[in-house]
């Protein structure tokens, strides 16, 4: 028996739309995982710039100087001098940010001196416990999507200071 067009399309209706729902949930679980992956690279990219900031910041101050660990403290958490406005990545808190310097490197047990010969002093700004909140999170057919709470390494920046 020779299949006329019209009925072969008509054997056809639906199987499209099949396919889609069977593949609709894969394509889903990789959209969720290139976004979430892409804000985990984001976030520790500007955790990283933060500490390259501060750093810098104490790198131009005297070794030691409590306001300048404030400040750069500031720049760490808020990204600017004034402590203002809300933390540069969710989550982020001032008592996560560890300063050393050659004055006070107690916080930084195990790491070099930060006084080398020559009189060369170093400065590390440490951003340490960071845990990284996915923002895709929800429950589907009694299965959990979303990637679990994880923490960063430590992040860190050492630089000369003057």
Known sequence: MIMTRHRLFRTQRG??????????????????????????????????????????????????????KAIALCLAVYGNTGCSGPALVPGLAPAMVVICDSVDASQCAGDPPYTLTGGINLVAVKIQGYIFQSGVDFAAFGLNFGLPSFTFGTISTVMRQS
């Open 15 to 68: 199987v499209a739309m099949l396919e889609f729902a069977l593949l609709l949930p894969l394509l889903l679980l990789i959209l969720f995982g290139i976004t979430e992956f892409s804000r985990a690279l984001f976030q520790y990219d500007t955790l990283a710039k933060t500490t390259r900031d501060a750093c810098r910041y104490l790198s131009t101050q005297a070794p030691g100087d409590p306001a300048a």
